[in-house]
C-alpha cells in the first residue's frame, strides 16, 4: 500500500503542512480534511477587509482550488474527524469514512467560546470564526445598526473598528479593566482605547454581561449591574479554546493544547500537531504555550512537515502578531515577561510608538503602533538574544539600524 | 491578461500570467516557488519581498511610509525593493520583470 499522510484541519496549518510535503518531495497520499465546505482560505481579513465590504471572500483564497490537484492533495471539505484510533493508525471522519495512515497530523485550530445565558441563543448574536460568520455579521453592519460587542480583545475591537468604518454605533463591553489584556502592553492598549472612543466607540470596562434582552430579537445586553446597552445586533469575541474533540480518548497527552516538542510530534508516534490546538515549550520563550497567530501556523506546519520527511527541523521563530484598527497597524514580536521593564520609543516621522520590553539587557518583546522600523528590529533583536540597553532604545534619535 | 516575468530564488525564470488589478502578490503566492505572503497583504510582514527591474520602477507609485520602514531592516534591502502586496498591477505592467528576494 501506498504511504499515506492524513490531515486533520485545512486551516493555516494544515494548508502549509500538505504543501510543505510536496515541497519536500513526499511521493504518498496526502488527505487533507477541512471542517468547512470551502476552499482553504485566511482568516485575518474575515475581521477587517471583508467585513467591510472591501474584499470579495474568494480573495482570502490561500491557493487556487486547482492546486490541491495539481499537487495532487486530496482535499476533503465540508468533512471533520471524530476520532483518532493511534493503536490502529486510523481516523474516522463524520461522513461515515476511516481512513489509516502513516502520520498523522493534528491542526484542528481552535474552537470559540461561547455564551451561555439569558437570550444567548436569539438570531441576532453573532461570533466571528469562519467567512460565513463574517458574511453574516458584515451583512448586518449597515449606518446606524447598534452593535454591542462582548469582548475587548483583538476580534471584539477589530470588528468595532469595522463597524465604526460602516457607520454602525458601537458599544464594547470588557469584564476586565484594560482591553486586549491578555496580549496587549497597557500603553498600547490605552493608546488603541482612546483612538476607539475618538472614533466614537463607547466602552462598558470592568463589567460582566447578565443575559440579553428580546424575545425574538435582542433589544439589550443587559450588565451585572443591571445597566441596558440598548444594541440591534451582539457580536461576541471571548476568546477560543484548542479544539481538541477528536482526540478524545486518543490517548495523545494534552495539557490546554496538545503538547508537542520543537518538531512537532505529539506524546504518540508518528502523531504531529502544529497551530492554534498545538502547546509546544518555545526555546525563546518562558513555558508552554498555544500561540494563536498566522505565523505560528506557518512555522510549525513547515517544522511538522520536516520532521515526517525525517529532515532535522526544529522551531526557532520568534513569534509575531498584528492587528488593524482604524489607521493604527499594531504589530508585535515576542511575549513579555512578568517584571520585565517597559521602555518607550517615539518614532517621530510616522506619528507612531513602540514599547520593548526587556529584563537584564534582553529584549523579550516589542509592540509598536504605526512603527514597523522598531517592529522589524525587535525582531531580529529578540531572535538573535542580542544585548541591548534600554537608554539607547528610548533614545529616538538614535539609529536603531546600529544595534543589527 | 498581462504576462510578468519572474526570477525566482533558485535563478529560474517563469513567464506568469495575471489579470489588471491584482496585486503582484496574489500572482506570486500561488506557486511553490512564489513568495509567503504571510500576512496576506497587509503590509504587516514583509514576507512578500521582491526585487523590481530598474526600467520598471517608476510605472509604480512610489513607497508609502509604512513599506518603507518594513524594508529598510531587511537584510537584503536594495534601492528596487518592493513589497509585492503593495503593487497593483494594470495593463501597463505587461512584460514586467521582478527577480524574488531571498528569504529572510
Known amino acids: ?404 | 491578461m498581462i504576462t510578468i516575468n519572474v526570477l525566482d530564488r533558485e535563478g529560474h525564470e517563469h513567464a506568469v500570467e495575471a489579470h489588471a488589478n491584482d496585486r503582484l502578490m496574489e500572482v506570486l503566492r500561488e506557486f511553490d516557488w512564489g513568495v509567503s505572503a504571510i500576512c496576506g497583504g497587509m503590509c504587516s510582514c514583509a514576507t512578500c519581498h521582491v526585487f523590481v527591474d530598474e526600467n520598471w520602477l517608476d510605472r509604480f507609485p512610489q513607497r508609502e511610509m509604512d513599506e518603507e520602514e518594513l524594508l529598510e531592516f531587511l537584510d537584503h534591502f536594495q534601492p528596487n525593493s518592493r513589497l509585492s502586496c503593495q503593487l497593483e498591477l494594470q495593463q501597463k505592467h505587461d512584460g514586467l520583470v521582478v527577480k524574488l528576494a531571498p528569504e529572510e
Not at chain 1, 516589542?366 to 537608554?391: A, F, K, T
Request: aromatic letters at 6%; a negative charge; one cysteine or more.
Open chain 1, 1 to 404: 500500500m501506498k504511504n499515506r499522510i492524513v490531515i486533520l484541519g485545512a486551516g493555516q496549518a494544515g494548508v502549509q503542512v500538505a504543501l510543505s510535503l510536496r515541497q519536500g518531495g513526499y511521493k504518498g497520499e496526502v488527505i487533507l480534511v477541512g471542517k468547512e465546505p470551502h476552499v482553504p482560505y485566511q482568516r485575518p481579513p474575515l475581521s477587517k477587509q471583508v467585513l467591510k465590504k472591501e474584499w470579495a471572500a474568494e480573495r482570502c483564497q490561500f491557493r487556487h482550488i486547482e492546486s490541491y490537484a495539481e499537487h495532487d492533495i486530496d482535499l476533503l471539505p465540508g468533512v471533520s474527524a471524530v476520532s483518532v484510533d493511534a493503536v490502529a493508525g486510523k481516523v474516522s471522519l463524520d461522513d461515515g469514512s476511516d481512513w489509516g495512515y502513516d502520520s498523522l497530523v493534528i491542526c484542528t485550530g481552535s474552537r470559540l467560546n461561547r455564551l451561555s445565558m439569558a437570550g444567548s441563543l436569539l438570531p441576532d448574536v453573532y461570533y466571528l470564526k469562519t467567512v460565513d460568520d463574517a458574511l453574516a455579521l458584515s451583512h448586518r453592519l449597515v449606518p446606524d445598526a447598534r452593535l454591542a460587542v462582548i469582548g475587548g480583545g483583538y476580534i471584539g475591537l477589530e470588528v468595532a473598528a469595522a463597524a465604526r468604518s460602516l457607520g454602525c454605533e458601537v458599544a464594547v463591553i470588557e469584564a476586565l479593566d484594560q482591553v486586549m489584556k491578555r496580549s496587549a502592553l497597557p500603553e498600547i492598549a490605552r493608546y488603541l482605547h482612546q483612538r476607539h472612543q475618538q472614533e466614537g466607540v463607547t466602552f462598558h470596562m470592568n463589567r460582566k454581561v447578565a443575559g440579553l434582552q428580546g424575545t425574538s430579537r435582542v433589544t439589550a445586553v443587559e450588565l451585572e449591574d443591571g445597566e441596558l446597552v440598548p444594541s440591534d445586533l451582539v457580536m461576541v469575541g471571548v476568546g477560543v479554546r484548542p479544539d481538541l474533540h477528536c482526540i478524545e480518548g486518543s490517548g495523545i497527552a494534552t495539557n490546554r493544547g496538545i503538547l508537542v516538542d520543537g518538531s512537532c510530534r505529539s506524546s504518540v508516534a508518528n502523531i504531529f500537531a502544529a497551530g492554534d490546538v498545538a502547546e509546544m515549550e518555545h526555546p525563546l520563550l518562558e513555558g508552554w504555550h498555544v500561540l494563536e497567530s498566522v505565523q505560528n501556523a506557518v512555522s510549525q506546519g513547515k517544522v511538522a512537515a520536516a520532521a515526517i520527511l525525517g529532515q532535522e527541523a526544529s522551531y526557532t521563530d520568534v513569534p509575531w502578531f498584528w492587528s488593524e484598527q482604524y489607521d493604527c497597524r499594531l504589530q508585535m514580536a515576542g511575549i513579555p515577561r512578568a517584571g520585565d521593564q517597559q521602555v518607550r520609543r517615539e518614532n517621530d516621522e510616522t506619528g507612531g510608538f513602540s514599547v520593548f520590553t526587556l529584563a537584564e539587557g534582553h529584549l523579550h518583546a516589542v509592540q509598536s503602533i504605526n512603527s514597523p522600523r522598531d517592529y522589524m528590529v525587535g525582531r531580529q533583536l529578540i531572535s538573535h538574544r542580542s544585548e541591548v540597553s534600554p537608554h539607547i532604545l528610548s533614545d529616538h534619535a538614535y539609529n536603531l539600524k546600529e544595534l543589527l
